[in-house]
């Protein structure tokens, strides 16, 4: 350790983090809503940028507030940038369809946000995005490269695309209590809104997000393509969303390894079934448990919950923690520094 970071053994792999909306975020039923990434409606616009800008630097800039749950629980970005001030590696923001503008850095896509699913056609360039995501995955000039996503109601966009390819769509929940019957009702008013039955995309992955995804799983599958063509090692910094890029990717003929780094309250998360998935993905999973159970620290404690299980690259910024020797109590620590600072506006 020198001046409170961890050398790396042997360099550590720059993280893409795709950014996107999507109005299936908006969603409700009887006044329960389908992602908890954000207090309220207006704010889960907010989210995908404010997590670019925690990344970056920390805190938000542009963005009106920290990213927090209807309950309190922080943005999954907060453990993320807690692994980044430890281990400095490489952060690159790409913004495949932010609604709010963001002050970090990225990689402009120029693409619009996501349409609710329900409606036909949700991601009308899903062709544009793919390509230009294997272009940038092709041109990243390293060996080893992390991928993550920050879009709230991903999961749902995930479980319909499963279900269009054909695969099983089990997914996770930024929720404590998975909203599985919501998703199950909002995918299948999805596949009928575009004509699809259940595997009618199947070998067809870019006309599956045309249909009923988000523009993040257009760009990370074709990062996936791209970095697999360039020989690069592809490690999927998430959970179950993390998984339907996979899932497109191999519909779209990648046959490279891959391996699915998450968390254990994925893991954990029955609904998710994470481990079938990655199976029948064929992908390595890795599983990492931060030691936040316990803890008396209220961030660390609602991720123990259930609440905020993955995201922006929690689970592979964890996974390469863990690698590099990062010991867990050090990196609570550094989670509780990060939390009061990033919180400090929001109790004054």
């Known amino acids: 350790m020198i001046d409170g970071r961890w050398e790396s053994g042997g360099g550590t792999p720059r993280l893409v983090v795709v950014a996107g909306s999507t109005r299936t975020a908006t969603i409700t039923h009887e006044g329960s809503p389908i992602s908890a990434a954000g207090a309220d409606r207006e704010a889960v616009y907010h989210t995908p940028s404010a997590d670019l800008e925690l990344l970056e630097y920390g805190d938000v800039t542009l963005a009106p507030a920290v990213p927090i749950s209807p309950s309190g629980c922080p943005t999954p970005a907060v453990v993320t940038h807690a692994v980044r001030e430890l281990l400095e590696f490489d952060v690159t923001p790409i913004d495949a369809g932010l609604a709010r503008e963001t002050g970090a850095p990225t990689v402009a896509l120029g693409t619009e946000p996501g349409a ?45 695309v499963l279900s269009a390819l054909g695969e099983r769509p089990a997914v996770s929940s930024s929720l404590p209590v998975n909203p599985l019957a919501l998703k199950r009702r909002v995918v299948e008013a999805a596949l009928a809104a575009s004509d699809l039955d259940a595997g009618g995309a199947a070998g067809a992955p870019v006309e599956a997000v045309h249909r009923v995804g988000d523009p993040t799983l257009a760009c990370v599958a074709g990062l996936i393509s791209g970095a697999s063509d360039a020989g690069t090692e592809v490690i999927l910094a998430g959970g179950t969303q993390l998984a339907a890029a996979a899932a497109l990717a191999r519909h779209a003929g990648v046959d490279a390894p891959l391996t699915l780094a998450t968390t254990s309250f994925v893991a954990e998360d029955e609904s998710a079934g994470i481990e079938l998935l990655a199976s029948d993905l064929e992908l390595e999973l890795r599983v990492t448990d931060p030691g936040f159970r316990g803890q008396d620290h209220p961030a660390m404690a609602a991720y123990a919950a259930g609440e905020a299980k993955e995201g922006v690259g929690m689970g592979g910024a964890l996974w390469l923690a863990e690698r590099e020797g990062v010991p867990m109590c050090a990196l609570g620590d550094r989670v509780e520094r990060v939390y009061n600072r990033v919180t400090e506006a929001i109790r004054a």
Request: proline share 4%; glycine share 12%.
């Open 116 to 160: 609710d699913i329900r409606e036909a056609a949700a991601v009308a360039n899903a062709d544009e995005l793919f390509c230009v995501g294997r272009s940038v995955g092709r041109a990243l000039p390293d060996s080893e490269l992390l991928i993550g996503e920050t879009i709230p109601g991903g999961t749902t966009t995930a479980m319909a």
